[in-house]
């Protein structure tokens, strides 16, 4: 038996290694071999293959192990517990790219489905080689990593944080910027999963520059960079008003009213909230978004939407109005309160017929005429039917009494009142009404006589 026997036996070993690997990881593409493959230990025989001499079989190996562990959290512990973790990160400093978007993808898989996971995942010395990866030349493998710490970051502050103190946030940011719409909106969705939990977080993206080059992407030609875009710029304003005020000089205004009319329902979801986040600080803010256009295109998003899409448009209404009656009746000139009766009637969840209670009440507790609007849109009695359905929610019930009491105090139309007299409300709201009654009609007789004798005087 010579030198060539002997290596047709190593490349035959060497062929049917590859030959396994690869259909590994194409059948754990589908859910249904995934049980299947784990109770052949596809797990156990997959983890040698790792520190394979040859480099097509790591990458296919690590790609199997991310397949199988993004398929449920049992898979992924699994994964976690047969000690994969350390050799993905160990062999992400020295491997090809092929192998790093693969093993990145791995570990992303697992960051996903818990804080635990994720803990996991930062615990075997991950974050450095991630944040590393952010700096390779090629865009597949910055992607990747990026993708991976955005799960990690997304699950709590403190997993955030760490993201952070490893120095990802300004990479991230150097991300943003790159020509390549994948990794521009995988950038974007990671600086937003680590500044939605705390001020703190959300001034480091802040810091990093990031608002100056998301801000412009709200315009951009690709959907989804528009739908991270916007959830980013809504979850730095949320915070306070100075990053409010960050957000808003970074000219967004009228720019993402644009982005409520398009097609994408996700654009318009994260479009709207970034529009309540900054309306809810201060009038100062509302009046910004007013006097941009902002209720108008609010108006027709509330009317043109449907169910929970809606929600962050009806509570940006809500929020403008609630600040002066200047600005309520903005939202009754542009004929808000139409769009708010139809959601108060009609929509089937009931935390959607409390926000457009909430929202009703902030536009009629203001002065009668603000009242008489509520009346004449016909939100009154949405308002009164719901607070006595027995099943509503405590909070529907609560937000309608509320609101009913704040637009009755302010009510003295006398048809709009005696519609009220005649339905079933709680005491101490039909008092509020009965009182009213009784002040718009002695103003009534009041004035009377005296238009009588005025009418009188100018005929003698």
């Not at 898989?109 to 996971?117: G, N, Y």
């Not at 790159?178 to 600086?191: I, N």
């Not at 986040?277 to 910004?288: C, D, G, I, N, Y």
């Not at 009668?368 to 009346?375: G, T």
Request: aromatic letters at 4%.
């Amino acid at each position: 038996m010579g030198t060539r026997t002997v290596l047709q036996a190593f490349e035959k070993y060497q062929r049917e290694r590859i030959t396994f690997v690869s259909a590994v990881a194409e059948m754990a593409r589908s859910p249904q071999n995934v049980e299947a493959l784990q109770q052949a230990g596809a797990l156990s025989l997959l983890r040698p293959l790792l520190l394979d001499t040859v480099p097509s079989i790591q990458q296919s190996a690590a790609m199997a192990l991310g397949r199988l562990a993004n398929y449920s959290d049992d898979l992924a512990e699994a994964v976690v517990q047969n000690q994969v973790l350390p050799q993905l990160v160990t062999s992400l400093a020295t491997q090809n790219r092929y192998y790093k978007k693969s093993a990145a993808f791995c570990l992303r898989a697992v960051a996903r489905h818990s804080p635990q996971l994720a803990q996991a995942v930062v615990d075997c010395g991950a974050l450095e080689s991630l944040v590393v990866c952010l700096e390779e030349f090629d865009p597949g493998v910055k992607e990747s990593a990026a993708w991976a710490l955005g799960y990690v970051a997304g699950h709590n502050a403190e997993l955030a944080q760490k993201v952070a103190d490893a120095g990802a946030v300004p990479l991230l940011v150097l991300c943003a910027q790159e020509p390549e719409l994948a990794l521009k909106r995988v950038a974007a969705s990671a600086l937003s999963d680590m500044g939605k939990h705390n001020p703190e977080l959300a001034q480091a993206v802040v810091d990093a520059g990031a608002v100056g080059y998301i801000a412009p992407q709200v315009l951009n030609h690709d959907v989804k960079v528009k739908r991270q875009a916007c959830c980013l710029l809504a979850q730095l304003a949320k915070h306070s008003l100075e990053l409010a005020e960050v957000v808003v000089e970074a000219d967004i205004f009228p720019k993402i009213f644009v982005c409520l009319k398009v097609s994408d329902e996700w654009v318009r979801k994260h479009a709207a909230t970034a529009i309540r986040e900054v309306a809810k600080h201060s009038a100062e803010m509302a009046q910004l978004i007013v006097g941009s256009g902002g209720v108008g295109a609010l108006v027709d998003f509330v009317a043109e939407s449907q169910g929970n899409t809606r929600l962050p448009g009806i509570m940006a209404l809500g929020y403008i109005a609630a600040f002066t009656e200047t600005l309520a009746l903005s939202v009754i000139a542009e004929k808000g309160l139409i769009p708010l009766a139809a959601a108060l009637a009609n929509e089937p969840e009931d935390h959607m017929r409390a926000a457009s209670a909430w929202t009703v009440g902030q536009i009629g507790r203001h002065t009668p005429d603000h009242a008489k609007a509520v009346a004449d849109a016909g939100a009154l009695q949405s308002l009164v039917q719901w607070e006595n359905a027995t099943d509503s929610s405590e909070d529907l019930r609560s937000k309608c009494k509320k609101s009913l009491k704040a637009i009755v105090a302010k009510l003295t139309d006398l048809p709009a009142l005696d519609a009220l007299v005649h339905r079933q409300l709680p005491e101490n709201v039909m008092q509020m009404v009965l009182e009213q009654v009784g002040k718009s009609a002695a103003t009534n007789i009041l004035e009377r006589p005296l238009v009588s004798f005025q009418n009188t005087k100018v005929q003698s």
